[in-house]
């Protein structure tokens, strides 16, 4: 089933957004938000020396402190990677980063976690 797509977020200044095409029932696991086989972790050095387009380095990157995240392949990329940040999320992630819902979410409403806790 699928439970999202990709528009522009409601979030000034976010980008793009993730929102439910369906009505999502609190608890609803969406496990194909992500996937780490999926996922090269880089150290910055790493990062620096990688040899890709500076497009794909500016805008297909999650950045922490030490290291990144960055799709091994763009044409598999999750949506996992467009989720914005709220301090009211309606989704929440387990120990295995599989995402659920904390409660009943609405077609059409966007997608968020809570940056802090991931």
Request: glycine letters at 6%; hydrophobic letters at 45%.
């Amino acid at each position: 089933m699928q439970f999202f797509r990709l528009k522009p977020s409601t979030i000034a200044g976010a980008g793009v957004g993730v929102f439910a095409v369906t009505n999502i029932p609190k608890g609803a696991v969406l496990k194909e938000l992500f996937d780490g086989d999926d996922v090269q972790r880089l150290s910055w050095a790493e990062f620096a020396a990688l040899d890709a387009p500076a497009e794909v380095k500016e805008n297909f990157v999650t950045r922490y402190e030490t290291e990144c995240f960055l799709p091994k392949c763009l044409n598999r990329m999750s949506v996992g990677w467009y989720l914005n940040d709220s301090d009211d999320p309606n989704l929440a992630h387990d120990a295995n980063y599989d995402y659920f819902a904390v409660r009943d979410i609405a077609a059409g409403e966007e997608l968020l976690i809570r940056y802090d806790d991931l």
